[in-house]
């Protein structure tokens, strides 16, 4: 097992300096998980990619209902030791992020009050799910709030002669050169009369960084725009949002 540990960490290091995207990696580095809780969510998954992996589960558990993983059977697979269990069950607190941004969703099996820890039911949430298999649609609980936008392939031509757009793209250029804001957010604060030209400007600017905007619908105002994580990932990470007074916000990873 130590073998075989060494041999991933040293594929997932050779994809991260070739500029591979790695989804597990990304949601880790997003929400600050620990190599268990990165296992727990591997473990959550595998039913999404094969039902034979529910059959085996219901085997393991002695218990040919639950198909899903329990928590017992989380720590027995991926805890060799009673104080490497006692250790773990931390990460299944509610205050942990697997519950606490709700990655993961805890299903009481009990009849009689609420079960012990060890008795409940794991359940990947279906957009983490989706993320992790390659699937870049929003989340359909806010597709009534947000949309995807993929800037157009012209975005960039349409606003070159706009001194507004050469100032942000020469300073966005000049930032992400310097080695030091390597893994470092920066803030592009524009402020102007309410025109289309702010949403060209950011379009074009993504277009650039091959990085899709997340458009929010305000119910009072024009809608904010939200700069996708990274070039493949989800929000949160970068955002654009519009206030009234027409002054426009972005974060840039």
């Known amino acids: 097992m130590a073998e075989l540990?060494?041999?991933?960490?040293?594929?997932r290091s050779a994809s991260r300096q070739g500029g591979v995207y790695l989804a597990l990696a990304r949601?880790?580095?997003?929400?600050?998980?620990?190599?268990?809780?990165?296992?727990?969510?591997?473990?959550?998954?595998a039913p999404e990619l094969d039902?034979?992996?529910?059959?085996?589960?219901?085997?393991?558990?002695?218990?040919?209902?639950?198909?899903?993983?329990?928590?017992?059977?989380?720590?027995?697979?991926?805890?060799?030791?009673?104080?490497?269990?006692?250790?773990?069950?931390?990460?299944l607190d509610p205050s942990s992020p697997l519950l606490k941004f709700k990655l993961l969703q805890v299903?009481?099996?009990?009849?009689?009050?609420?079960a012990p820890l060890l008795a409940r039911t794991l359940k990947l949430d279906d957009r983490i799910?989706?993320?992790?298999?390659g699937h870049r649609q929003i989340d359909a609980r806010l597709e009534r709030l947000a949309r995807i936008v993929v800037?157009?392939?012209?975005?960039?031509?349409?606003?070159?002669?706009?001194?507004?757009?050469?100032?942000?793209?020469?300073?966005?250029?000049?930032?992400?050169?310097?080695?030091?804001?390597?893994?470092?957010?920066?803030?592009?604060?524009?402020?102007?009369?309410?025109?289309?030209?702010?949403?060209?400007?950011?379009?074009?600017?993504?277009?650039?960084?091959?990085?899709?905007l997340l458009l929010r619908m305000w119910r009072r105002s024009r809608p904010a725009l939200y700069l996708s994580s990274r070039r493949r990932g989800c929000w949160p990470g970068k955002r654009l949002c519009n206030r009234p007074c027409s002054a426009w916000k972005t974060w840039i990873a």
Do not use: W
């Open 151 to 212: 800037p157009q392939a012209n975005a960039g031509d349409t606003m070159a002669a706009q001194e507004f757009y050469q100032r942000a793209d020469r300073f966005l250029h000049a930032y992400f050169k310097d080695p030091q804001s390597a893994g470092r957010n920066v803030l592009l604060y524009l402020h102007g009369p309410a025109n289309s030209d702010q949403r060209l400007v950011v379009e074009a600017v993504c277009r650039n960084y091959d990085l899709p």
């Open 51 to 91: 039902r034979k992996y529910e059959k085996l589960y219901a085997y393991l558990q002695d218990d040919a209902t639950r198909k899903k993983p329990g928590v017992n059977l989380i720590l027995n697979l991926l805890c060799e030791t009673l104080p490497q269990k006692l250790a773990a069950r931390a990460a």
């Open 5 to 11: 540990e060494n041999e991933i960490q040293e594929r």
């Open 107 to 114: 299903t009481d099996g009990g009849t009689e009050g609420h």
């Open 27 to 45: 949601l880790t580095e997003l929400f600050v998980l620990t190599r268990f809780e990165e296992e727990c969510l591997v473990v959550c998954l």
């Open 129 to 133: 799910a989706s993320f992790l298999l």
